[in-house]
């Protein structure tokens, strides 16, 4: 017998009972970015693993260990499928001018690929929706961007999800803090883990977000990089808190958020919840004001982030069921002459907005009827060559309409014979 052929580990398959909630997440994050004027920009998952190395960094965990990358035997380069969309969107702006001249507010969502150990919430095909302001240098943008954050998690009906703030300062605010910080660890490497002591050598920010429980003592007792911050930096990170406070969104200052990337500087923030175990980070962002002359455009501020569709769906999950939508009409025939009626009757029905299924694959009318009642539909039309030949249905009601108060509606069960602009005003009707 021939083995059956599987997905890949953490790769995904969405099913139909599925879909529903992914399109409806997808609509709401739409249109609450068309409300802020964001633009969609569309980026391809394959691109020069170079672009991920200079701007993530060499020395991070997702460059090192999670890359999916190959070299294409067809030229010789190393290509990566994208980890992440920050350095994909940069790339595209400087490749097409979109900078020249202008600011740009923009937003993509798809696929990512990472080479993690698959668990609830992380996936080695995973989703996002990325939101970035290239070419603002103000506090004005990290605020909206962590205030539209909020909109959505109300619009969405999201609950306990709390966000942590930090300042990175400036590149040279950061050479100075890495010197203290490394003089400081190195008085207890015997006390640090491999991953630790690993990071230590190669990028010693990263330590200070360890999740190891036994190194959580002496990750707080650490010099704290906002001591270090320069003038300029503080005073952005003191009006992004003014912000905030302003628009009545808690926070909490975490001095220990750092971030995975190496290209981020001042702001850092990341939404979390409790409710997904160690996945608790379903939201996370900052601002990037060296990337873009790091790829290779010129100098301009930029900040931006990503929300993890997976994890903030778990999240809704939790919430209030969200039922798939249902057919207006499901058309129910048997005959020769009702074929080939039925077929005209359900493309009449959908010229005019409906949304309509037609019983394929034959079967008695109570086997049919079954499968019009399993599809949820409101409707059944029901057609027999006699209805062919007279040129008219019979409208089955199977359910009343959700809002319906008692105003006069069909009672579930009730049936009536008419024709097919009578049948497409019953299902027309809300």
Same mark, same amino acid.
């Given at each position: 017998?021939?083995?059956t052929?599987?997905?890949?580990?953490?790769?995904?398959?969405?099913?139909?009972?599925?879909?529903?909630?992914?399109?409806?997440?997808?609509?709401?994050?739409?249109?609450?970015?068309?409300?802020?004027?964001?633009?969609?920009?569309?980026?391809?998952?394959?691109?020069?693993?170079?672009?991920?190395?200079?701007?993530?960094?060499?020395?991070?965990?997702?460059?090192?260990?999670?890359?999916?990358?190959?070299?294409?035997?067809?030229?010789?380069?190393?290509l990566?499928?994208?980890?992440?969309?920050?350095?994909?969107?940069?790339?595209?702006?400087?490749?097409?001018?979109?900078?020249?001249?202008?600011?740009?507010?923009?937003?993509?969502?798809?696929?990512?690929?990472?080479?993690?150990?698959?668990?609830?919430?992380?996936?080695?095909?995973?989703?996002?929706?990325?939101?970035?302001?290239?070419?603002?240098?103000?506090? %004005?943008?990290? *605020? @909206?961007? $962590?205030?539209?954050?909020?909109?959505?998690?109300? +619009?969405?009906?999201?609950?306990?999800?709390? &966000?942590?703030?930090?300042?990175?300062?400036?590149?040279?605010?950061?050479?100075?803090?890495r010197?203290?910080?490394?003089?400081?660890?190195?008085?207890?490497?015997?006390?640090?883990?491999?991953?630790?002591?690993?990071?230590?050598?190669?990028?010693?920010?990263?330590?200070?977000?360890?999740?190891?429980p036994?190194?959580?003592?002496?990750?707080?007792?650490?010099?704290?990089?906002?001591?270090?911050l320069?003038?300029?930096?503080?005073?952005?990170?003191?009006?992004?808190?003014?912000?905030?406070?302003?628009?009545?969104?808690?926070?909490?200052v975490?001095?220990?958020?750092?971030?995975g990337?190496?290209?981020?500087?001042?702001?850092?923030?990341?939404?979390?919840?409790?409710?997904?175990?160690a996945?608790?980070?379903?939201?996370?962002?900052?601002?990037? %004001?060296?990337l *873009? @002359?790091? $790829?290779?455009?010129?100098?301009?501020?930029?900040? +931006?982030?990503?929300?993890?569709?997976?994890? &903030?769906?778990?999240?809704?999950?939790?919430?209030?069921?969200?039922?798939?939508?249902?057919?207006?009409?499901?058309?129910?025939?048997?005959?020769?002459?009702?074929?080939?009626y039925?077929?005209?009757?359900?493309?009449?029905?959908?010229?005019?907005?409906?949304?309509?299924?037609?019983?394929?694959?034959?079967?008695?009318?109570?086997?049919?009827?079954?499968?019009a009642?399993?599809?949820?539909?409101?409707?059944?039309?029901?057609?027999?060559?006699?209805?062919?030949?007279?040129?008219?249905?019979?409208?089955?009601t199977?359910?009343?309409?959700?809002?319906?108060?008692?105003?006069?509606?069909?009672?579930?069960?009730?049936?009536?014979?008419?024709?097919?602009?009578?049948?497409?005003?019953?299902?027309?009707?809300?």
């Amino acid at each position: 017998m021939t083995k059956t052929i599987q997905a890949v580990r953490g790769m995904n398959d969405i099913l139909p009972d599925e879909v529903h909630l992914w399109q409806f997440f997808e609509h709401t994050v739409r249109e609450w970015l068309r409300a802020y004027g964001y633009r969609e920009i569309r980026m391809p998952v394959l691109e020069r693993t170079e672009l991920f190395v200079r701007s993530i960094g060499d020395a991070t965990d997702i460059v090192e260990k999670e890359m999916y990358s190959f070299v294409d035997e067809l030229n010789g380069e190393s290509l990566t499928l994208r980890p992440e969309g920050t350095a994909s969107c940069v790339r595209a702006a400087i490749e097409h001018n979109l900078l020249y001249g202008n600011s740009q507010r923009l937003w993509y969502g798809g696929p990512m690929f990472r080479h993690e150990r698959p668990q609830k919430g992380r996936y080695r095909q995973f989703h996002q929706f990325g939101v970035e302001a290239l070419g603002y240098a103000g506090p %004005d943008i990290d *605020i @909206e961007h $962590i205030v539209m954050c909020s909109r959505l998690w109300r +619009g969405l009906g999201l609950e306990g999800i709390a &966000l942590e703030l930090n300042s990175l300062g400036s590149a040279e605010a950061r050479v100075r803090y890495r010197t203290r910080l490394v003089e400081y660890l190195e008085q207890h490497r015997d006390a640090l883990d491999a991953d630790s002591q690993r990071r230590l050598d190669a990028n010693p920010l990263r330590v200070l977000d360890s999740k190891n429980p036994a190194l959580q003592a002496l990750i707080e007792k650490a010099p704290r990089l906002i001591d270090d911050l320069d003038e300029e930096s503080a005073r952005h990170f003191e009006a992004v808190q003014e912000g905030l406070r302003e628009a009545g969104i808690e926070y909490r200052v975490n001095t220990r958020l750092v971030r995975g990337l190496d290209y981020y500087n001042r702001t850092v923030f990341e939404w979390t919840t409790d409710r997904l175990g160690a996945q608790g980070t379903v939201c996370a962002g900052g601002r990037y %004001d060296g990337l *873009i @002359e790091q $790829i290779g455009g010129k100098t301009a501020p930029a900040c +931006g982030y990503a929300m993890g569709v997976e994890r &903030l769906l778990a999240l809704m999950q939790e919430g209030p069921a969200r039922e798939a939508p249902a057919p207006d009409v499901y058309v129910v025939r048997q005959g020769d002459a009702a074929e080939r009626y039925a077929q005209r009757v359900a493309e009449t029905m959908r010229d005019a907005g409906l949304a309509v299924v037609l019983h394929c694959g034959g079967g008695s009318f109570k086997s049919q009827m079954k499968k019009a009642d399993a599809s949820g539909a409101r409707y059944a039309a029901l057609i027999g060559d006699d209805e062919a030949q007279a040129g008219n249905l019979t409208m089955k009601t199977l359910r009343a309409p959700r809002d319906d108060s008692d105003s006069g509606a069909a009672q579930t069960g009730t049936q009536a014979k008419v024709d097919i602009a009578q049948a497409v005003a019953m299902a027309a009707s809300r």
